[in-house]
């Protein structure tokens, strides 16, 4: 069993038999809570997905490569959620591939 986006072409691939489990980041996400805490609750998701050391830990470069990231990726769910819909992390990558123009026709 694997977390996955590609389990089908790695089973093809491979000749084993993989099983892609899901995984559903925002699993816990309200969108009946209070707007005050949504970012806050991204923020922390962000956090699981792009670690990194502790900022004592980083050079400036990695510190603001590690932050901006964070801030790009927290953008995709917190745009999601204020359109009405539970943000997926299928959702955002299709976000970031397709750019700017296509958030604008959402």
Same mark, same amino acid.
């Given at each position: ?5 590609? !389990?089908?072409?790695? #089973? ?21 809570? &209070? !707007?005050?805490?949504? #970012? ?13 050391? &502790? &900022? ?9 490569? #590690? ?12 745009? !999601? ?24 026709? #959402?």
């Amino acid at each position: 069993m694997t977390i996955c986006p590609w !389990a089908s072409k790695h #089973r093809s691939d491979w000749g084993v038999p993989i099983v892609d489990a899901g995984f559903d980041l925002f699993w816990d996400f309200d969108p009946q809570a &209070p !707007a005050s805490s949504i #970012r806050g609750f991204m923020q922390r998701k962000m956090e699981l997905l792009i670690p990194g050391k &502790p &900022p004592t830990a980083m050079d400036e470069k990695s510190l603001f490569f #590690r932050n901006r990231g964070r801030d790009l990726t927290e953008f995709f769910p917190l745009y !999601a959620a204020s359109h009405g819909r539970k943000p997926t992390l299928a959702m955002m990558r299709s976000m970031l591939m397709e750019g700017r123009a296509a958030l604008e026709e #959402r």
